[in-house]
């Protein structure tokens, strides 16, 4: 019985208890039937964001402020955060809101999302922060990828595709004496962009990665755990996108190019 009642009332517990949960309910009664790719202003905890998509950033603003997916602890003062995909700003925001004092370097490649990004931050008033109009990558020689429209822009799409400059990123944490967290969203060049920072990784404490499996391309999750567990760290697997029959159900429902979606958290052990 115990049992059946934690199950039935789990939610409703955190409705109760969680300001930031009941926030998250109220955007999808609010917004949820708001048609897809259609640019809306939004207020939420004190903060207004426009956003290109407004179904995109329900689901960004539960698994960031929410479920405070990226939270993590640091002795540091003034955190070193590398925002490696930072899309609109949602993920800049929670991290300046939890750690005041932060150093940001947020990356965004989509030249319409960057322009939302850069008028996310100025609006909220949110500083010391370094905005990089290019894509994370393996050489500064630029990338071909394609544009979604919201958070989902990828090297493996084949619609809407734009050439934008790239940032050799392994050049940049050569530079930093230490880096509290390494989040990557990068939408399919996660593999290639740590392999390549292969020697450099052992300056981050957290890094946070959203894999992504394409159907057409090899999988190469082996790879990107194997270039973790040599640099020292632990990591933590969550199933961001799931398949209830995966023997018979071989494609993401909502996604068909990918077969396979996951955030890996890898920390050192102290």
Partial sequence: ????????????????????????????????????????????????????????FIWQFKEIFADNSYLFKTGSEKPVIYDCGANIGTSVVYFK????????????????????????????????????????WVNNNGVEFSQEGADGSSIFGNKNKVTVPSVRLKNMLDNEEKIDLLKMDIEGAEVEVIKDCNSSLKKAEHIFIEFHSFVNDEQK??????????????????????????????????????????????????
């Fill in 97 to 136: 809101q939890t750690f005041p004092n932060a150093v940001i370097k947020a990356f965004e490649a989509d030249p319409k999302i960057l322009e939302i990004l850069n008028q996310n931050i100025s609006k909220n008033n949110i500083s010391n922060i370094e905005i990089i109009g290019k894509a994370v």
């Fill in 1 to 56: 019985m115990r049992l059946f009642l934690e199950i039935l009332f789990k939610e409703l517990y955190r409705t109760l208890t969680e300001k930031n949960y009941r926030e998250f309910l109220r955007l999808v009664l609010r917004f949820a039937s708001t048609p897809r790719y259609v640019q809306k202003d939004i207020s939420v905890l004190g903060y207004n964001f426009t956003v290109p998509d407004v179904l995109s």
């Fill in 221 to 270: 999750l082996s790879s990107l755990l194997l270039t973790l567990s040599n640099n020292g760290f632990r990591y933590f697997i969550k199933q961001e996108a799931d398949r209830k029959q995966p023997f018979i159900n071989r494609k993401n429902k909502n996604n068909p190019a990918m077969d396979m979606q996951l955030n890996i958290y890898a920390y050192k052990m102290k």
